[in-house]
């Protein structure tokens, strides 16, 4: 699987911003998927992540509440809908795709697949 995220941009404080990802060949439609970001200067980090069901979602406690991950089947396509952004939210965004068990599904070196990065950037 090889993934592609995109929608990245410029975007004041207090704006929304959608991040879809699909992958470039083949169907994600067996991963649990996630969202991880990285900060100028810091480490790589778990945002959010969906099972491969789509039943049940996870997040980092810095965007619980105003994050949302989903996933659309149909157009085997994976999104982050990202509202109320501040300053402290930019980095670059990397979707990707784990078959690890669910006890896993925060840790980074759980995700066999990784797509190239969408970098988003908040003006305050």
């Known amino acids: 699987v090889q993934l592609q995220a995109y929608g990245g941009g410029l975007v004041q404080a207090g704006g929304s911003l959608r991040l879809p990802c699909a992958p470039s060949e083949g169907y994600f439609s067996g991963y649990n998927m996630g969202w991880f970001r990285q900060a100028p200067g810091k480490e790589r980090e778990f945002v959010a992540a969906i099972r491969r069901t789509g039943g049940y979602t996870y997040y980092a406690e810095s965007v619980k509440g105003r994050f949302t991950i989903s996933r659309d089947g149909a157009k085997n396509t994976l999104y982050l809908q990202m509202n109320s952004l501040n300053p402290e939210d930019t980095a670059v965004y990397y979707c990707?795709?784990?078959?690890?068990?669910?006890?896993?599904?925060?840790?980074?070196?759980?995700?066999?697949?990784w797509g190239q990065g969408t970098l988003v950037t908040v003006s305050s």
């Open positions: 990707a795709a784990s078959r690890s068990v669910l006890s896993m599904i925060r840790r980074e070196n759980a995700y066999e697949y």
